[in-house]
């Protein structure tokens, strides 16, 4: 009979292996064990998340990322704690507050999709203060087993496009990647329901928005092709290792070097050549 312990051993030995997109020597590095407390703390923290709510406004996950949010969430070594597949808003903000905060903003048009003209000067009348139009890209929040897991995850995001994505570490022990790229937008069109801009400047925005939308769905789509086939070489190694197949640890090593040089050499994680944001890759400690 094998014991709740053995058991914990094994899934840490199996979500220990590391799995780097970007820089492949990084898999020769000593791996970071992790203690059974924390591996039965990350099953307790994933369990709490499964039976919460969606407090989200609209109360789902958005359908451009519904798949790859069930993919991640059937992994034993991650789960989604937030996530938004972009959106274009207009927002009505207190023009007498020197900081915007959420609660003293309204919502005069949302949507996760493409925006027209007649959405903007449909909601534009509605604004008593400062209507904003924003794009905001995809972003979701990753609690991760172990540090090499998050390093996977991590490395997934910044091939795909997302490369304001980082890890960060909490003092209990929470390790959260996050999905995260700046190709945002952020014009103010009103000041106290006074509207600022022309029509032909409102058109300009509109087809703007949708263009950073239209990449921000390319990106998505590269970002799930690149998580599914770095799980399943993840998974592939992890087999090989506990199936006694591989005869010393240099060994090892170089098998996981040129399973993750196939990937880049295959093409399924190649980034936008027009792509222009630079690689922000950080580790942080929260509290």
């Not at 820089?23 to 791996?31: A, F």
């Not at 880049?264 to 027009?274: R, T």
């Amino acid at each position: 009979m094998e014991t709740e312990s053995s058991t914990i051993n094994q899934q840490t030995q199996t979500q220990s292996d590391p799995c780097n997109l970007v820089n492949p020597k990084t898999l020769s590095k000593p791996e970071i064990q992790q203690s059974p407390s924390s591996v039965g703390s990350f099953s307790h923290w994933k369990l709490q998340s499964s039976l919460k709510t969606d407090l989200s406004k609209k109360g789902s996950v958005d359908k451009d990322i519904e798949e790859i949010v069930q993919h991640i969430n059937l992994q034993d070594c991650y789960f989604t704690t937030s996530s938004c597949s972009g959106r274009i808003i207009i927002i009505n903000e207190n023009p007498d507050l020197s900081i915007v905060q959420k609660e003293n903003c309204s919502w005069l048009f949302v949507t996760h999709d493409f925006c027209s003209v007649d959405d903007v000067v449909t909601a534009l009348p509605k604004a008593s203060g400062d209507a904003v139009l924003k794009f905001e890209p995809f972003v979701m929040h990753v609690q991760c087993c172990t540090l090499e897991d998050a390093q996977c995850l991590h490395n997934v995001a910044i091939n795909s496009g997302f490369r304001n994505s980082g890890i960060t570490v909490g003092k209990k022990g929470k390790i959260i990647m996050a999905v995260r790229s700046t190709h945002c937008l952020e014009v103010p069109l009103s000041h106290k329901g006074k509207c600022l801009v022309s029509n032909e400047y409102i058109e300009y925005l509109v087809q703007t928005a949708n263009r950073k939308m239209e990449e921000n769905k390319t990106r998505i789509n590269r970002f799930f092709i690149c998580l599914q086939t770095a799980l399943q070489k993840k998974d592939a190694i992890s087999d090989k290792v506990h199936q006694g197949r591989t005869n010393s640890s240099v060994y090892t090593r170089r098998r996981k070097r040129q399973d993750v040089a196939e990937i880049i050499d295959n093409g399924l994680c190649e980034e936008s050549p027009d792509d222009p944001e630079s690689c922000i890759s950080f580790l942080q400690l929260t509290d």
